[in-house]
T-cell receptor
Framework: NAGVTQTPKFQVLKTGQSMTLQCAQD?????MSWYRQDPGMGLRLIHY???????DQGEVPNGYNVSRSTTEDFPLRLLSAAPSQTSVYFC????????????????FGNGTRLTVT | GQSLEQPSEVTAVEGAIVQINCTYQ??????LSWYQQHDGGAPTFLSY????GLEETGRFSSFLSRSDSYGYLLLQELQMKDSASYFC????????????FGTGTRLLVSP
C-alpha cells in the first residue's frame, strides 16, 4: 500500500494562477480531508468528504474547491492563487468519518509546499 | 465551534518524562486525539481518549478529564527522536465529521 499520495511535493505559483493539488489513497478510505499548515497556526481544515460525491467545507474554505468523483481521489483546486495561500497542504484520509463512537486515525500524505509570489 | 490550547514549546533532556497539556472548549465532545509531527514530515496518529482516564501505548500515555475539558500527553524515557511537534485534536457534535487541531507544542529533547 502506498497510503496517501500527494502531488506535487513543491509548487511555486504567481498571484492569480490556478492549479490543482492532487491527493490519492489506496486504502479504500471513506473519509478524506485537506488541511493547510502555517507557522504557529497548527492544522486548519479546508474541505472534507465523507464519500464519493459528498463534500463539505471546513474552517478555511475560501479560495479553494474540491470534488470527490471516486473513493480514491480528492483533488484540491486553487481558483486564483493569492500570497495568503502560501502554506503547506496536507491531504488526510480515514476509514470512516468521525462520530459518536468513531474516532478513526487520520492518515496523512507527505504534503505539498506551495509558494505564491 | 471548538478551540484548543497547548503550550507552544516544551524542553526536556534525554531519559526524562515530559507532559504536554491540552485544554479545549467545545459544544459537546466526542474525544481527544494526539498526533506527532517531525520537522518536514507528516503528522502521525499517536492516541485517542474518549473516556476519562489514562491510555498507555509503550512510552507514550494520554490522559483525559472530560469534566475539566483537559487532557495531556505523557512521554517517558525521552529519546532524541521524540523531538517533534505534538498536536491535540478534538471531534465534537458541533463539528461533526471534522477533526479540529490545536496549534501544537514543539518538544525539544537535549542530550
Amino acid at each position: 500500500n502506498a497510503g496517501v499520495t500527494q502531488t506535487p511535493k513543491f509548487q511555486v505559483l504567481k498571484t492569480g494562477q490556478s492549479m490543482t493539488l492532487q491527493c490519492a489513497q489506496d486504502m479504500n478510505h471513506e473519509y478524506m480531508s485537506w488541511y493547510r499548515q502555517d507557522p504557529g497556526m497548527g492544522l486548519r481544515l479546508i474541505h472534507y468528504s465523507v464519500g464519493a460525491g459528498i463534500t463539505d467545507q471546513g474552517e478555511v474554505p475560501n479560495g479553494y474547491n474540491v470534488s470527490r468523483s471516486t473513493t480514491e481521489d480528492f483533488p484540491l483546486r486553487l481558483l486564483s492563487a493569492a500570497p495568503s495561500q502560501t502554506s503547506v497542504y496536507f491531504c488526510a484520509s480515514s476509514y470512516s468519518p468521525f462520530g459518536t463512537t468513531r474516532n478513526p486515525p487520520l492518515h496523512f500524505g507527505n504534503g505539498t509546499r506551495l509558494t505564491v509570489t | 465551534g471548538q478551540s484548543l490550547e497547548q503550550p507552544s514549546e516544551v524542553t526536556a533532556v534525554e531519559g526524562a518524562i515530559v507532559q504536554i497539556n491540552c485544554t479545549y472548549q467545545t459544544s459537546g465532545f466526542y474525544g481527544l486525539s494526539w498526533y506527532q509531527q517531525h520537522d518536514g514530515g507528516a503528522p502521525t496518529f499517536l492516541s485517542y481518549n474518549a473516556l476519562d482516564g489514562l491510555e498507555e501505548t509503550g512510552r507514550f500515555s494520554s490522559f483525559l478529564s472530560r469534566s475539566d475539558s483537559y487532557g495531556y500527553l505523557l512521554l517517558q524515557e525521552l529519546q532524541m527522536k521524540d523531538s517533534a511537534s505534538y498536536f491535540c485534536a478534538v471531534s465534537a457534535p458541533t463539528g461533526f465529521q471534522k477533526l479540529v487541531f490545536g496549534t501544537g507544542t514543539r518538544l525539544l529533547v537535549s542530550p
